[in-house]
């Protein structure tokens, strides 16, 4: 059984920077992946990036590549997003999201396990 809880989203400037944070509790957090989402209303929740936390191995989806980086801290069981140069069709809620497994590959929402209750981002001048 794992927890997440997301923070650090708010608003920000186009071509500004944020960096969201998921902390995570539970146990055999090594046998995770976790991946960040994002979701405007009415539009479909998207998988934007995802990290294996055993050993790190990420994945980005197209239109963040380059500009987010994900990452983690397995000391403090934590996974961060950092969003630079945001745009305003960044703007959404974000979610991180763990499954029990070692790959970052496509899969669908409902194939995670546990959610966090998402954090607002708001890219506006």
């Known amino acids: 059984q794992l927890q997440l809880v997301e923070s650090g989203g708010g608003l920000v400037q186009p071509g500004g920077s944020l960096r969201l944070s998921c902390e995570v509790s539970?146990?055999?957090?090594?046998?995770?992946?976790i991946a960040w989402f994002r979701q405007v209303p009415g539009k479909k929740r998207e998988e934007i990036s995802c990290?294996?936390?055993?050993?790190?191995?990420?994945s980005y989806a197209q239109d963040v590549r380059g500009r987010f980086t994900i990452s983690k801290d397995g000391g403090k069981a934590a996974v961060y997003l950092q969003m630079n140069r945001l745009k305003s069709e960044d703007t959404a809620t974000y979610f991180c999201?763990?499954?029990?497994?070692?790959?970052?590959?496509?899969?669908?929402?409902?194939?995670?396990?546990?959610w966090g209750q998402g954090t607002q981002v708001t890219v506006s001048s």
């Open positions: 539970g146990s055999n957090l090594g046998a995770h992946t």
């Open positions: 999201a763990a499954i029990f497994s070692t790959r970052c590959i496509a899969r669908p929402l409902v194939d995670f396990d546990y």
């Open positions: 990290i294996t936390f055993r050993d790190g191995v990420t």
